[in-house]
């Protein structure tokens, strides 16, 4: 962990005390941390914006009956094997799956990724979660 | 407006470099500034979600040869003419009109008068942009 | 206005009927115009992700108070001005004062001018409010 | 798998080339296909607004380092553990972690679960994606 130092700022009184409910409504042992979540999640949205490597997860929900879905998403996958760390699957139903495939990557090949999944017949539902290696955020 | 308080925080030094690049890269003058912006932003999600007294902007583009369209979008604007606060036309060409229409008023209502005029035929875009009375962001 | 030609899809049925709930809901008065709409909502997303030449909307809510604000924010905006349709001023109370800025241009010069006016202290709130031409939505 | 039906909408000309467009940008074999993709894409939007039974991922990134935390996240989970399908972890550096938690269960109870693991201190980034049973989607 890296060592604290102090952040010392100006803000205009009712906005401190605006501040100091959220804190508190959001469960937060202090507002160090609050300030520090709001800091981080701007990181995160701007090394998206940059297209530098990123860490996120692609959702998946299809239907494993339609006819050699399977296969192509595993090929997919495949194809793109140095940009996955690993993939869980769950049995929604008879027929439907989720599948989440955690990725690490530049965001373009992340994108490109999802994007060849989403367009399969067959997955009902594709979306991509854009977190963070963490690097920029200790 | 209202008076300065001070705010200490304690922040991993890393952290801190990169707001501080992050306060220089978007052009603030200080740093107190940049985190007060980032409070207000999450206090007007907030009122939003909460569904208080907001205020916001209505973005529509229309074609204006579209039969009888202007005569509904104004019989529509005056139906809720108490969350009206002015409306501004632009001629974009011979065809297409921009019309921003800020409004005020509960969260609900203002959705609902944008749900209202997107419906309408030759309305070729709609979108509602988020703002505040300012009441809590002083 | 275009000519209308028809487009035939295939689609399951179960969806076709969550479809035409969707189209009554909101209050649409035919599924043609609502599918539309789904359209020409993506199209404008693809707008400005690809830099083109957008309309759009800043809004802003500030203190007239602060020294010099209004000075400022007249600057920036005839530093912008060939960016810029037309401004709307509203009087929120005494204090506060809600301003629209309707603008045309590329997408990237657009943004550059809502930050050049968020980051000037003062300003409370500063939101950019993605629309469209027209020309690709007809 | 649901039976196709035919879904005729009609469409002005110039909107239908550039629905072309993006289906054969996107890499879809068919139009149909990416008309269902972009009404499911609403359906899932909607089934978070109501509330209803949904499916999502939560994403961590967190410091293991940081005292107690990963017991405190461990903690957590299990007390949601009727909302938690799996999950997957992955050890990202030295220090930081990644991990996946597939969730389903009501909307609220899956954002408190979110809010929860975000607000422990070390945890870096959390988000939360949202997905769907794939109920309605078929």
């Given at each position: 962990m890296s060592n604290l130092v102090r952040l010392s700022l100006s803000i205009e009184k009712p906005l401190l005390d605006r501040l100091e409910k959220m804190v508190q409504g959001g469960g937060y042992t202090n507002r160090s941390e609050f300030v520090r979540d709001m800091i981080r999640d701007l990181l995160v949205r701007q090394e998206w914006k940059r297209g530098e490597e990123v860490v996120g997860t692609i959702n998946l929900i299809y239907n494993h009956h339609v006819r050699q879905l399977s296969e192509k998403l595993t090929h997919t996958q495949h194809h793109h094997h140095k940009s996955i760390m690993a993939t869980t699957h769950i049995h929604l139903d008879e027929e439907l799956c989720a599948e989440t495939i955690m990725v690490r990557g530049k965001a373009s090949e992340i994108k490109e990724l999802a994007d060849d999944l989403r367009k399969?017949?067959?997955?009902?539902h594709a979306n991509l979660s854009a977190s963070s290696t963490g690097k920029l955020l200790k």
């Open positions: 399969q017949k067959g997955v009902l």
